[in-house]
C-alpha cells in the first residue's frame, strides 16, 4: 500500500502518471491530501474509477485524537495522537500574540537518553514518516480550527536523528500547493548531532536552529545529555560556527534551568566564552519537572540572565505555557503508557 501523504508533488505526479493518469491528477490528490481530507471517497472531481483505484492501493494517514488537554491558564491545547499501528506521539499548540505556533514530534520515543527528559525514558520506539509529522499541523489546525503560522520541532524525538524525513516534511509542510509555512517561520531542535549540523548547513534553509546546549562544561553536560560523551561541547560550538558561517542564521541556544546543576556562575562565564564570536542567543527555560527523575528546577534564573547579559549575550526567558496540562513533551504520552502497563 502506498503512503501518498509522503509524496512530494514530484513524485505523486509521476505515481498518477505510472497509474496511467494524467500528472495533474497527482496535484489534485496533493491539494486534498493537504487539506486533510481522509478518504478517497470525498476527493470529488476525481471520477468513480478512480478513486476505487486509489482505495485498493494507497491508504491515507489520519490519527485519532487519543487525549487532549485545553490549559485553564493560557488556552494551550496538548494533543495524543493514535497513530496508524497503536503507537502515540504528542502535539502542542501555543497561542503567541505572533501566531500560533504548533510543536510536533519526529519520532515515536527517543534514543537520546537526556537525564530531564520524559521523552526519551522508553527509548526510541520508531521513527515517524513525513505524513505523520505533516498530519500533526494539518489535524490539529483542523480540530482546534486555529490557522497556524509557526512550528517548532521540538516535541517528542529528536529530529536530526530522522534526518531525511525531517528534510521531506520541510519540503511539504513548506510547498506553496500545500500550508506553505514559510521556512523563517519554522524552528529545529536538536541536541547537537555535529555531523548531522553540518549536513543541515548545506541546504542553507532559512529556519531557526536550536541547540539544546544545557550546559557549556564537558562534565555536566556528558552526565545530564550522553550524546556529549561521544563529541563534547568544543566541537559542538566549532560545529555551530560553521553553521552559522555557512547559513548566516543565529543559532538559538536552549538552556533549561536545573537547580544546583547548570546554574553556577562560573557556567554562565563559560557560555559567555563560547558565544563570543558566533552570533547566537541563549533561551533560558525554567525546567519542567519529570515525575521519573531527581533532577529539580533552578531558582538562579534572573541571577543567571543578568549575568550573562552583563557580558553582552541576548538572552530570553521563556514563559512557561500549559503548566496545568502536562505541557512539556512525553509526559502524557508516559502517562498514557503506564495506565496501560497497570
Ligand atoms: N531532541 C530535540 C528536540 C526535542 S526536546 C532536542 O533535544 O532539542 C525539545 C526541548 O525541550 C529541548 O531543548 C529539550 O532539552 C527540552 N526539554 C526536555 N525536557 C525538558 C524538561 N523537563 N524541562 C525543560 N526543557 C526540557
Redesign the pocket.
Known amino acids: 500500500m502506498l503512503d501518498l501523504k509522503s509524496m512530494t508533488l514530484e513524485e505523486m505526479t509521476s505515481q498518477f502518471t505510472d497509474f496511467g493518469e494524467p500528472a495533474f491528477r497527482g496535484k489534485q490528490v496533493f491539494h486534498w491530501l493537504h487539506r486533510g481530507v481522509t478518504s478517497f471517497e470525498d476527493m470529488s472531481n476525481l471520477s468513480k474509477e478512480l478513486r476505487e483505484k486509489l482505495e485498493a492501493n494507497c491508504f491515507i494517514t489520519a490519527p485519532q485524537v487519543e487525549r487532549k488537554q485545553v490549559s485553564r491558564q493560557d488556552g494551550t491545547v496538548k494533543y495524543l495522537w493514535r497513530l496508524r499501528d497503536g503507537n502515540c506521539v504528542e502535539t502542542v499548540l501555543m497561542r503567541y500574540h505572533h501566531g500560533n505556533t504548533v510543536c510536533i514530534s519526529s519520532q515515536v520515543g527517543?534514543r537520546?537518553g537526556?537525564a530531564?527528559?520524559?521523552?526519551t525514558i522508553g527509548g526510541k520506539v520508531r521513527d515517524l514518516t513525513p505524513a505523520e509529522m505533516l498530519d500533526q499541523v494539518l489535524f490539529t489546525q483542523l480540530d482546534s480550527g486555529e490557522l497556524i503560522s509557526n512550528i517548532v520541532?521540538?516535541?517528542i524525538?529528536?529530529?536530526l536523528d530522522n534526518f531525511d524525513t525531517v528534510m521531506r516534511f520541510l519540503e511539504l509542510v513548506n510547498h506553496p500547493e500545500g500550508l506553505n509555512i514559510g521556512m523563517r517561520h519554522i524552528s529545529l531542535?536538536?541536541?547537537g548531532l555535529t555531523e548531522k549540523i553540518d549536513k543541515l548547513a548545506q541546504y542553507k534553509l532559512q529556519l531557526t536552529l536550536?541547540v539544546?546546549l544545557?550546559a557549556p562544561d564537558d562534565e555536566t553536560r556528558s552526565k545530564i545529555m550522553p550524546v556529549n560523551r561521544s563529541v563534547g561541547v568544543e566541537r559542538l560550538f566549532e560545529s555551530c560556527r560553521r553553521y552559522f558561517e555557512i547559513t548566516g542564521r543565529r543559532i538559538s541556544y536552549?538552556y533549561?534551568m536545573i537547580d544546583g546543576v547548570n546554574d553556577h556562575d562560573w557556567q554562565a562565564d563559560l557560555l559567555v566564552k563560547y558565544l563570543k564570536g558566533t552570533p547566537g542567543h541563549v533561551n533560558l527555560?525554567p525546567?519542567?519537572?519529570?515525575e521519573e527523575s531527581s533532577l529539580h528546577p533552578s531558582r538562579r534564573i534572573r541571577e543567571f540572565q543578568k549575568r550573562l547579559e552583563k557580558q553582552g549575550v541576548t538572552v530570553t526567558v521563556r514563559r512557561k505555557l500549559g503548566g496545568d496540562i502536562d505541557a512539556?513533551?512525553?509526559q502524557l504520552r508516559r502517562k498514557r503508557m503506564e495506565e496501560k502497563t497497570q
Open positions: 527517543c537520546m537526556c530531564f527528559c520524559a521523552s520541532l521540538m516535541g524525538g529528536e529530529p531542535s536538536t541536541c536550536s539544546s544545557h536552549e533549561a527555560i525546567l519542567n519537572e519529570v512539556s513533551c512525553g
